[in-house]
């Protein structure tokens, strides 16, 4: 199976940011007749925008310029598409960060809002992350069926919490997606090590795409190394630095062997994760 990451360095204009997108979709190698996963970044559309203008290009399920845009490439360059995030409405007056799949015709498989949000203080330029003064978390789960298998999707901070991938894995993943925007900080310490576990602990292929670099002249900065992870928790494929695609061909036969060699779902003692 053809996979395909994004790593970007996206910022607050959206229109130079879907023209990135564009022309790396542009120059994507593929075989028309063989299906392709694209997964991009969160924020891949608008990085570090203010609340006004989360709320600005923020719609619903079923009027998003945003969601009309990354769709319409899908469509375009034929290509299935994790589409990283977008602000969609919530009904609070804050945003949901949602992450749409996407079939290489432009019609949506399904949607995931990210469950954890990132209000945490860090060592960097910014120092105070505050997610949910903007945004509303969701409260559903996302494992979808595509060709490539059962897909499960989350959003970056997700990344550190288990008992999500737990619950993928038990509702069926095999592959599970990460769009993410690490700090530079937290990325250096903890981005490959927790790749690697939750792609060990839930027997699954990790696909995690990441922004890298100095957003928005250096008010962020990025960890990047977006990477393509197997169910034995070794690296198949990375991009450190740079914008740029990370290429994979993935094989769902590792999977099944692994699990049933190591059948750790069936030993696990404690109860299903389920949310609050």
Known sequence: MHISLLQCQSSRDVSANLLFIE????????????PHLVVLPECSLLFGGHESQQLAYAGDAHQSPLKSALSALAAKYQVFMVAGTIPALAEDGRVYSRCYLFDDKGDTLGHYDKLHLFDVDVADGTQQYRESETFCPGDHISVIDTPF???????????????????MRLAGAEIITVPSAFTKVTGEAHWQV?????????????????????????????????????????????????????HAEIDLAEVHSIRSKMPVMQHNRFLEPSLK
Request: proline content about 2%; overall charge positive.
């Open 149 to 167: 298998g059962k897909i499960g999707l989350t959003v970056c901070y997700d990344l550190r919490f288990p008992d999500l991938f737990r619950a």
């Open 194 to 246: 927790l790749l690697q576990a939750r792609a060990i602990e839930t027997q699954c292929i990790i696909l995690a795409a990441a922004q890298w670099g100095a957003h928005n002249e250096g008010s962020r900065e990025t960890w990047g190394q977006s990477m393509v992870v197997g169910p034995w928790g070794n690296i198949i494929a990375q991009r450190q630095t740079g914008t740029g695609w990370v």
């Open 23 to 34: 022309s790396q979709l542009k120059d994507l190698k593929r075989d028309v007749d063989t």
